[in-house]
């Protein structure tokens, strides 16, 4: 069963970059599947951040698509976020998920535990 | 950009069935998945392709989509069915959720 593990700084000063990281077990990136990044501020609803194939093809949510990168390294089996210019707004619970096999729209089936980003000085 | 509409709040006494619904432009025409995302908890894919429930999921949860509205429905709602639940869709490949609707068990 495949596992998603976040992990990264959960404090981040404002114009800085946000980096996460998403750990993935118990399948290969390589093997397929597209992979997202969702957030959610505190006391919010869901925000589709982005979503990335193992061959690097990605897609952006506009709202955020010229501050946002999406990146994937199979020799660790992980896949990356960053996020530049943060400001206070960016302050969400960042989850890492598992999508589709064959497409970009294809829901969430596996979701990481989400690790709480804070962006204050 | 695509909207999603749900109702903030729905509420349902014990055993009885619950809807929630989830309103976009010609959103019949897309399909729909819901999650279920309890207090401090990650979401959780409880119907996908507007009516197809995931392995695990029970059978009470069922779903339907047709013209600018798709319904998730909790048939004999139990306790443990309180939570948050959100549509999503997809427009253009650009992901979209719903802005959520908490599900009351009283």
């Known amino acids: 069963q495949v596992q998603l593990q976040e992990s990264g700084p959960g404090l981040v000063k404002p114009s800085e970059t946000l980096s996460l990281t998403c750990a993935v077990s118990?399948?290969?990136?390589?093997?397929?599947?597209?992979w997202g990044w969702i957030r959610q501020p505190p006391g919010k609803g869901l925000e589709w951040i982005g979503t990335i194939y193992h061959s690097g093809r990605s897609k952006y949510n506009p709202s955020l698509e010229s501050r946002v990168t999406i990146s994937v390294d199979t020799s660790k089996n992980q896949f990356s976020l960053k996020l530049s210019s943060v400001t206070a707004a960016d302050t969400a619970v960042y989850y890492c998920a598992r999508g589709g096999r064959d497409g970009y729209n294809r829901p969430f089936d596996s979701w990481g535990q989400g690790t709480l980003v804070t962006v204050s000085s | 950009s695509y909207e999603l509409t749900q109702p903030p709040s729905v509420s349902v006494s014990p055993g009885q069935t619950a809807s929630i619904t989830c309103s976009g432009d010609?959103?019949?025409?897309?399909?729909v998945c819901w999650y279920q995302q309890r207090p401090g908890q990650s979401p959780v894919l409880v119907i996908y392709q507007d009516s197809k429930r995931p392995s695990g999921i029970p059978e009470r949860f069922s779903g339907s989509n047709s013209g600018n509205t798709a319904t998730l429905t909790i048939s004999g709602t139990q306790a443990m069915d309180e939570a948050d639940y959100y549509c999503q869709a997809w427009d253009s490949s650009t992901g979209v959720f719903g802005g959520g609707t908490k599900l009351t068990v009283l």
């Open positions: 010609k959103l019949g025409e897309r399909y």
């Open positions: 118990g399948y290969s990136i390589s093997s397929g599947y597209y």
